[in-house]
């Protein structure tokens, strides 16, 4: 699998079976020269990743120190609501010399913010399911829509996961152009989050959920 060029953009590592995540922490640090003393493992307390967590660790992070940081969070997925948005913060102000690695079994407890600023990893189809070229392309789409995005490599799915989380992303795109882009945005969010409670609760296949998002945008578009 090919690695990171970029160190210190945070990693989404999406998998299910705990080596496949340790080999890739493994190489990753042979290959970017992080060192077992500059790694940092948070584990849920209990059940739960908990905004103290966060509180303790932005206090860590404020002390200036000569080697970059390896920050590792396992099961991020239980992270609360309140952990996420004040490692979001973390994430905007002090990632210069840290590396944030979040590992979830599953996609869907993550904010949409915290994914549209990470690189979302799939280990067990070993691909880049989400970067920050997604973000181009999905920009791109919106602007000028056609049929033709309907074979671009970002909008082909293999799974319920990888769907989820691309339209999550839409979403999170939809939003931070809403205010200056077209009308017809609003409209087009509450059909997006539409098109995921069909995926979620009737077992919509995932590459057409997606297929009838690009097809729904470009309708849309020409209203």
Known sequence: ?????????PIILLAHNPSTFDSFI?????????YDLQKQIILPEKTTITIGQIRNLKKELSITTSKPR???FQQFEKATIEAQNALLKV????????QFIMYVNHIGAILPTIISRS??????EEKTIYDEQTVTIITQFLEQP????LSNAVFSITTKE?????????IEVLREHMKDQMQHYPSLIKKTFDLLYKLEH?????????DNWILLVIKTSKK
């Open 1 to 9: 699998m090919q690695l990171l060029r970029r160190p210190m953009f």
């Open 26 to 34: 493994k190489d990753f640090q042979s290959q970017h020269g992080f």
């Open 70 to 72: 390896l920050i590792i």
């Open 91 to 98: 994430l905007e102000d002090l990632n210069t010399n840290n």
């Open 119 to 124: 690189k979302v990893i799939d280990l067990v």
């Open 146 to 149: 056609s049929v033709s995005y």
């Open 162 to 170: 990888q769907a989820t989380l691309l339209l999550t992303i839409c």
């Open 202 to 210: 009737n077992n919509l296949s995932p590459q057409l959920t997606v």
